[in-house]
């Protein structure tokens, strides 16, 4: 048994609003297949198909306000109901009461601690721990948590040997914004495999993607599509190399706002939880899905058997 955990920062489930909702308006036959035509929009959930489960799980977890990314990404990596407990949502970086949380236990520690051998996808360049090491630049809650946890963050060399994925899945930016016109240059649909090959190698696999989340606060229709058939390619290279049998595939988010193009920030609205692979895999997996505390026991429980 394995998991792969799919980050998808900023995509709620929202309307079937065309306008401004580009995930009603952007034609996804990969997504859509796995989910029998329908589309990632609130009424959809919940649905159970052949190959995947879609429910929408609440992130705004009893606390007023909108929820944010250090909050609720510090809930997703530890069952934590942590704005409830902090009293705010908070973000986008964690503050050093929500860095605590993150210190004092993960996902990716519990995982570890258990022999289970996981790993964070992403490449960061050089530049990145640089930055984190003169203090220019905080930890987001993610790599806060793989390091917390004692596991390394996957280098510039990493992404050249075919060992780590960038950030826009493809490799880009790398090329274009790191100045690095050697970076490995995959298709959507290379990448997803490329993930599925990974994600095989061991237990438990995490990748981040945080462009969604940049692409709702722009507010830009033509980009926001753009990145979501870009998605979906992904999508589909990674269902078709996927063993359904031996593991499963959670796509999530920690808080709206891609879903809503009408407003910058935020949504209240509930996020996907979206699971690929063997009904009875997905069933026990899942049943007691309701918010984002329920993630992390789930995957420390179904990692155990
Ligand atoms: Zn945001």
């Not at 993960?106 to 490449?123: D, E, I, K, P, V």
């Not at 722009?218 to 269902?239: I, K, N, P, W």
């Not at 996927?242 to 209240?268: F, K, P, Q, Y």
Request: glycine share 10%; with cysteine; hydrophobic share 40%.
């Amino acid at each position: 048994m394995r998991v792969l955990f799919l980050f998808l920062d900023g995509v709620g489930l929202g309307g079937d609003d065309p306008k401004v909702n580009p995930l009603a308006s952007t034609p996804m036959p990969h997504l859509e297949a796995l989910l029998d035509g329908r589309k990632l929009i609130a009424r959809s959930a919940p649905v159970e198909t052949a190959r995947a489960t879609l429910v929408a799980l609440d992130a705004c977890l009893g606390v007023a306000g909108l929820p944010q990314s250090a909050t609720g990404q510090t809930v997703l990596l530890t069952g934590r109901n942590v704005p409830r407990e902090i009293g705010t949502h908070y973000g986008p970086k964690p503050n050093p009461a929500v860095a605590e949380y993150l210190r004092n236990g993960n996902l990716f520690r519990t995982l570890s601690q258990a022999g289970r051998r996981a790993a964070l996808l992403n490449a960061y360049p050089q530049g990145y721990f640089d930055a984190i090491s003169s203090g220019r630049r905080l930890y987001s809650a993610v790599p806060l948590a793989v390091t917390s946890a004692g596991l390394p963050l996957k280098t510039t060399a990493d992404l050249f040997a075919g060992q780590a994925l960038s950030a826009d899945f493809t490799g880009a930016g790398w090329r274009e914004r790191l100045n690095l016109p050697d970076a490995p240059l995959l298709s959507p649909r290379q990448a997803g495999a490329r993930m599925a090959h990974l994600a095989g190698q061991v237990d438990f696999t995490f990748f981040e993607y945080w462009p969604s989340d940049y692409a709702g606060h722009g507010q830009d229709m033509a980009a926001a599509r753009t990145l979501l058939a870009t998605f979906d390619e992904v999508l589909g290279g990674l269902a078709s190399a996927w063993d359904d049998e031996a593991g499963l595939i959670l796509i999530t988010s920690d808080h709206g706002n891609l879903e809503d193009l009408s407003t910058r920030g935020h949504t209240a609205n509930p996020v996907p939880g979206l699971v690929i692979g063997a009904p009875s895999l997905r069933r026990s997996f899942m049943s007691e899905w309701r918010d984002l505390t329920h993630i992390t026991p789930s995957i420390v429980e179904a990692l155990s058997r």
